[in-house]
């Protein structure tokens, strides 16, 4: 299995609160990526980065921020979560080669009261 | 913007019966196309890949693909299920070679005895 961590795996927490998810990878790959996975709409990209400090917005950005200060590790903060963000949260990583698909975290269950 | 459908949301098949999932993508240019596998709890991981070549590939546990250019299909296929292929099954594009993934909303698929 690809070396990535997630943490923490479960979180309860209220409306209104910062939350942050970590990923670390020890592959030294190039690229991560922050999905989110709701019933029916498989996964959809939250952010992704290219590089250390190299991030841009995917298909699903509002109410999310991320940073990246290290190659391994990828942080994804909800500055004030809503209730509409309880959901199970995968990150993925990748190298620059066709060789190299997107692996998978086994993901952060996140809800939201 | 490409685009990914499943159509079967859900799909019951006894076990040593054949499979197939089907998979329609909308994209412009010549994809790059995955499936990947998810078991409950778990995160997702690939079953096979198309990027050019040979249109059937073949990917773990004895999964098969074939892309069809004309119908814009990805469909996957196994000959004969065994139970433990009891998983979500989520088909994804990518403009690149695994950067910027679109997913499918899923196929699950149950096995019965």
């Known amino acids: 299995d690809a070396g990535i961590t997630q943490s923490p795996r479960h979180k309860v927490t209220e409306t209104g609160t910062p939350v942050t998810l970590r990923c670390h990878q020890t592959?030294?790959?190039?690229?991560m990526y922050w999905y989110r996975q709701d019933p029916g709409h498989g996964l959809r990209l939250i952010h992704y980065?290219?590089?250390?400090?190299?991030?841009d917005k995917g298909e699903v950005s509002d109410g999310y921020s991320v940073s990246r200060s290290k190659t391994e590790d990828f942080l994804l903060t909800l500055e004030s979560a809503t209730s509409s963000q309880t959901s199970v949260y995968f990150c993925?990583?990748?190298?620059?080669?066709?060789?190299?698909?997107?692996?998978f975290g086994d993901g952060t269950r996140l809800s939201i009261l | 913007a490409q685009s990914v459908t499943q159509p079967d949301i859900h799909i019951t098949v006894s076990e040593g019966a054949s499979l197939e999932l089907r998979c329609n993508y909308s994209y412009g240019a010549t994809p790059y196309l995955f499936w990947y596998v998810q078991s409950p709890g778990q995160g997702l991981q690939l079953l096979l890949k198309y990027f050019s070549g040979d249109t059937l590939v073949q990917g773990i546990k004895g999964f098969e693909a074939e892309f069809k250019r004309s119908q814009s299909s990805f469909n996957l296929r196994k000959p004969s299920v065994h139970w433990s292929d009891a998983a979500e099954y989520f088909c994804?594009?990518?403009?690149?070679?695994?950067?910027?993934?679109?997913f499918g909303g899923g196929t699950r698929l149950m096995v019965k005895p």
């Open positions: 994804a594009v990518a403009r690149d070679a695994g950067n910027m993934l679109t």
């Open positions: 993925a990583i990748s190298g620059d080669r066709p060789s190299q698909p997107q692996h």
């Open positions: 980065s290219y590089g250390v400090k190299d991030t």
């Open positions: 592959e030294n790959h190039r690229y």
